[in-house]
């Protein structure tokens, strides 16, 4: 058996307790430090878990030779400087979504990481969630057929960030997903937004965007909302999902479609419309957040590949950068291109 | 007492027995024609309504002096010249929904209407739905407070059009909509669209929209989809309702928001969420089309404003151009501007 | 080729003209007279379908030898006259639900039919809704398994009858259903009611039922309700269905239980519950009236089996009386046995 | 300001760490013991609540004199054991629903408590839940009217008791929040139940009640259902409400019912139907149980009125005996009577 990795959790606010929370129960890894300016936040983690030693910097816990890997949860403005002195470090790196604040800085991360031969990953908890599990498989085993279209609202009322956008704050949820089930980066983007509470922080968007294989996809963000959404539906040419993650059935399967029998036998169209069975499989309950971590584990020592891969969060990157172009241009389409040499978009 | 208005309805396709038969019902109305090429068509209706003569073409019809209106339930396509000769012949003029099939068959129609002196009325129904009706007085009674955006999904399995896109057939019902219970012109539109199962012929289409009123809008139309959605939210600044055409209740006003107390005594800003009742107002069970002609016959004996006015009708025109006009762009917004010497967007 | 069975119906209140409807548009059936007292009813309904001769009692429809069956849809205190007289006339005879007003009566009729050797078939319609096949296919495949209990509720505001209370109304339904799924007359029932609205009119029930199988029913009966509700559960052994006849999906099958594992290795018990895929099957838009009908056709001139069977009208008519007598017993069960010498249960 | 009441909690199964993790957190108690025979239980809520002293058995507890208050969350069956002996030693006792195995026992206790001037409380936790208090305010401002009829379903897939019935195990729930709302014992109950899976012990139960103020009520109980199902319909003479404890919404009000204009002075009756708005009131989200606990402390430092009172606590276990009583006897309807010099049912 392989000896656990060890870890040490950067920032303790929102979401970082959670991640150290996995870590203690996994078997994979071994918790080692918890970082984090606050020594409240600190004693608070430490109560409960008293075996972890804490550290108000992250320079202490780099200089621990026996440390294998750093899970950053601060705020995305910090994610560079951490990640990158991680890295330089030779730790494997887990940085939460998103993975940077812009997408040079993603890239010059990703340099890192191969120069120095470790694991980086972005945290897209979303692609470790049983239903999109569950998506992915219908459409690799071509169920759904080519997706035709996919359309998205995530909203509800609250919680307005002050520093980012719904687009920074929503987005990476929406485009990790997509990025995964059609396994390429939009070709364009185009959106429009609002902010109506806060000045010059838009609380509502609306994106539409292209792919190179023809999908299109609607995307609809907002922090202000008379009831939670969370609706995607994936439009195929052999059958149409409906994902609704706030459902008891989270996942519903349409055996429903237009068929257009040979055209030229007819001189014109004849459609057909097909409704046959709905299905909800059964999904099993697990929490995203462990299966996530231990594959973060499992990457370092076996080096199996990521579901959350750095072409992920490198593409999710460029998504939200595209979005705000648009943005900055009224809702002109900007184009994305991956740049020369970069991982081939199904990686 | 008024005599009621002598009227002819030209086009007895899937709509036009509709039209039939609530001008047969009607005390303000006596239908005197019916006009349609296929003899067939003609005697199914007659059979039902004895009394009513037949026309295989318009020009009997507006031959005739008694004849006061004229109505058209034909192919978009021939709305120009059927209406055009109606008014030339000075009757008064309902068109079903669109008006005309560009922005300048529009305006030509709107131009010979005023120069004759008669009514043009376009057939936009939904303003005669009672859930519209009953949005609109929310609205206007200051219940929703400023409209900050709407978002729409008008989707389901079929129909396909052979000779329009999704865009011409179920775009007028939001565009519609909007224009009502806005009372202005989008400033711009940018939309994508595909063509999944006719070549061609656009079966689903992503529009976003900005208003003057800095008002933003989502629109989201398909002829493809895993279940029917007709479902509308409208976000305000004191409340928001989700009006819902297929629900047992079809209107939800949720009295919930954001509230940001004066950021000047805080140095930063404090939101605040309101979470209030949700309430479902009584909606009267009415036929909007029976409502809409009896306007279009008061509007011919006593001048009362339409609902459904001769601006919304234009506009609703202008902003489907628009669209296209964007889609053949890849999504370019299209600015729209009313054109000089129209009428105010509030008429 | 058989040639049509010419039909007579009598009654054209509420139900009446659809079944009007339905003969006139079947091949294996020829709509010869409607009788109705009201001149005015007549006339309305020859109006639409000239070829129907009208008559003001049944009298004269039972000298005419050409006229081969009569159907009734007249108020429940009349069917034991007429459709004794109309079998005794040798005519086939079809009868609304519920067949009569008591088991006696029922079974007098019964009796003049075998004596006549002719077909006495009650109307029982809902046996011929796609959902309620459906659900019979998929017990009769062993799907569910032993149907362990049923529950239902059918409630609704209104419509309040004068004359019989909401058990003799909506009763029918659940009770032929429940005969028609299970096979079985129940072996008890017990029943509450209160007149909330009308003096003496009970407008709400609440019925528990055993059968012989060990199955329990609960079926709740209403027209004072909050919302239309017309949802039955089916907990079988394997699997369990909701049936919700006001749904878009009608039927739902749930392939969950729970699972009693040999407690003889354990010593005491270990349960496991299986919550595995939700299916909503395709369920086809028929008319059920029109199916009814049909089989009404077939059954007289091929001898063919009734979905709606003589068996089933006589066991619901001895359900309704049973639950009448637990009620005015205050909720005394009540044992029901089919009398020695009845048709198995099955039939 | 009074000082804290100091508590004994016994039983640390599946619900004692909650009560435990309540009083640990409420101002008004201080928990000072937990009792249990498992030292791993002990351990693992010491662990978290260092400052709390463990107890293998209730005696000790009993002799310390600074102990007030006992609570008692060990199985029904012991339930009176454990509160005699509490109530002996002079300490005021909350006692987990259902009061006691019986009404004697329950009595019994009730009688103790009495004597020696102490609280007794059954912990019937619905009646602190957020919209069962919310039904109770609508109930008494009048706005629902008199009660005409009340239905309730509560049945989910599991947990199977292996001692108990379902009757025991979820019938507290309803026939606590009936008792609550409608403030008297029932007059009748009869009951079907069966026992699906394991032998002898009920999983589903049918409910039939009256009470004396001619309300009338229907429980379902199942640990056998497609799906998890807390509906309960109050029909009365002004409003309707229904309370789904699963919804977002968990309480919505129906201003719909029928009206029975003056009978004399038409001769016949002539109802009218109404159905006017639906609202859903906001519901805070409160935990119950703290409120619950609380109301405990106050009672026993200012003597104010428990909502789940004693006379509440001992009519539920007369009620869960009628209903046992009932379905050892077929369904036969079982008579309540409250014993003489019993507090009023109001109490």
Avoid at 269 to 282: A, C, E, M, Q
Wanted: aromatic share 6%; with cysteine.
């Amino acid at each position: 058996v392989t000896a656990p990795v060890r870890v040490a959790v950067v920032g303790l606010g929102y979401w970082g307790p959670n991640i150290v929370r996995n870590f203690y129960e996994l078997d994979e890894a071994e918790l080692v430090f918890v970082v984090d300016r606050d020594a409240g936040a600190r004693e608070r983690v430490q109560r409960r878990f008293p075996s972890v030693r804490g550290a108000e910097s992250l320079e202490m816990v780099l200089e621990d030779e026996t440390v294998d890997a750093v899970a950053i949860a601060t705020p995305v403005s910090t994610h560079f400087e951490l990640a990158s002195a991680a890295l330089q470090a030779g730790k494997h790196v887990f940085v939460e979504k998103p993975l940077a604040a812009s997408s040079s800085e993603a890239e010059a991360l990703a340099a890192i990481a191969t120069e120095r031969g470790v694991v980086l990953m972005p945290g897209h908890t979303f692609l470790y969630s049983p239903p999109v599990i569950k998506i992915k498989e219908l459409i690799d085993d071509g169920e759904i057929g080519d997706i035709l279209f996919v359309t998205s609202s995530r909203v509800n009322l609250g919680l307005h960030q002050s520093d980012v956008s719904v687009v920074w704050d929503l987005g990476p949820h929406d485009f990790s997903i997509l990025r995964y089930l059609l396994g390429e980066l939009p070709a364009t983007v185009s959106a429009m937004s609002r902010s109506c509470v806060l000045p010059d922080i838009p609380d509502v968007a609306f994106i539409n965007m292209t792919f190179p294989s023809d999908t299109i996809a609607q995307v609809q963000l907002s922090w202000l909302a008379p009831s939670k959404l969370r609706r995607t539906a994936i439009v195929g040419t052999r059958k149409m999902i409906v994902y609704d993650d706030t459902a008891t059935e989270p996942i519903r399967v349409f055996d429903s479609g237009a068929d257009l029998p040979d055209p030229e036998s007819f001189g014109e169209f004849r459609l057909t419309y097909r409704t046959g069975d709905i299905v909800s499989p059964r999904i099993e309950a697990t929490e995203p957040l462990s299966l996530e971590l231990a594959e973060f584990c499992t990457a370092i020592t076996d080096g199996t590949p990521l579901r959350s891969s750095l072409a992920v969060g490198l593409d999710v990157v460029r998504t939200i950068e595209a979005v705000e172009e648009s943005l900055r241009a009224n809702g002109e389409p900007t184009r994305l291109v991956a740049p020369a040499g970069s991982r081939r978009p199904e990686a």
